[in-house]
């Protein structure tokens, strides 16, 4: 099947030649697409250098508008799978095998969980219990349990590529993607992985923006649920 990895990519040019060398060493035929999400560094230039296909944005758009434009990228150049990996070292491409396995098995989207086995970078005390809450959320609304709905480390199938390619939550997208596949019917599936801390740079979400991520991605969730019960979701 034929897989495309998509990366978004703000300011992340210290980060990606590891991830690029890394993805080298992938046993699996896979194409490669970074989203330059309007990087003011050399973020475009070390695509190049490496022979990595580039989309360069105009503007900024956000990790929502980056990842949805690799999904149309995906969608136009006829990928079967699309995976979406970070540009800042935190996902191991050595478990992209294991990823895409559960969509050659049948599931539309496969998530890499870093607390299926809990090893490895499992980020803060804070984090973890925003990431519990939404997974407590998830399943009140969708009666699915996902360990790790924020992770971006995750594989989808075709038919999913058409529904984020035409539609996409602009930020914070992960958790409300993952309720709009569920309650969709589309199959959803978690792998365990081992994630990293970020190896350069800073995260999008600071100290400052955390309650406006909670409330923001909680609002989100709800209403993706109420959508789909109301009878406007895709299927």
């Not at 060398?21 to 035929?29: A, G, I, Q, S, Y």
């Not at 995976?83 to 992209?96: A, E, N, S, T």
């Not at 600071?206 to 989100?220: D, H, S």
């Amino acid at each position: 099947m034929k897989t495309l990895v998509i990366i978004p990519a703000y300011q992340e040019a210290k980060n990606l030649p590891r991830l690029f060398e890394e993805l080298k060493e992938v046993p699996r035929d896979v194409d490669i697409v970074v989203i330059n999400d309007c990087s003011t560094d050399n973020t475009e230039e070390v695509c190049r250098q490496y022979g990595v296909p580039v989309v360069s944005l105009p503007v900024n758009l956000g990790i929502g508008g980056a990842v949805q434009t690799g999904y149309k990228y995906a969608l136009e150049h006829g990928y079967d799978i699309a995976v979406q990996m970070d540009g800042d070292g935190q996902h191991d491409p050595k478990f992209l095998k294991l990823v895409l396995s559960r969509i050659h098995e049948g599931y539309h989207m496969c998530v890499g969980s870093r607390f299926i086995e809990n090893k490895g970078y499992q980020s803060s005390l804070s984090r973890r219990a925003g990431i519990k809450f939404f997974s407590w959320l998830i399943k009140l609304l969708t009666g699915q349990y996902i360990s790790d709905p924020t992770s971006g480390f995750r594989a989808c199938s075709r038919e999913l590529i058409k529904l984020f390619a035409n539609s996409y939550p602009k930020d914070y997208p992960e958790p409300e993607t993952i309720v709009t596949a569920l309650r969709n019917r589309y199959r959803i599936a978690e792998v365990p992985v081992i994630m990293r801390p970020r190896q350069s740079g800073e995260s999008s979400i600071t100290r400052n923006l955390a309650a406006y991520y909670m409330i923001k991605v909680t609002l989100a969730v709800i209403m993706a649920a109420i959508a789909r019960k109301n009878g406007d979701g895709i299927k």
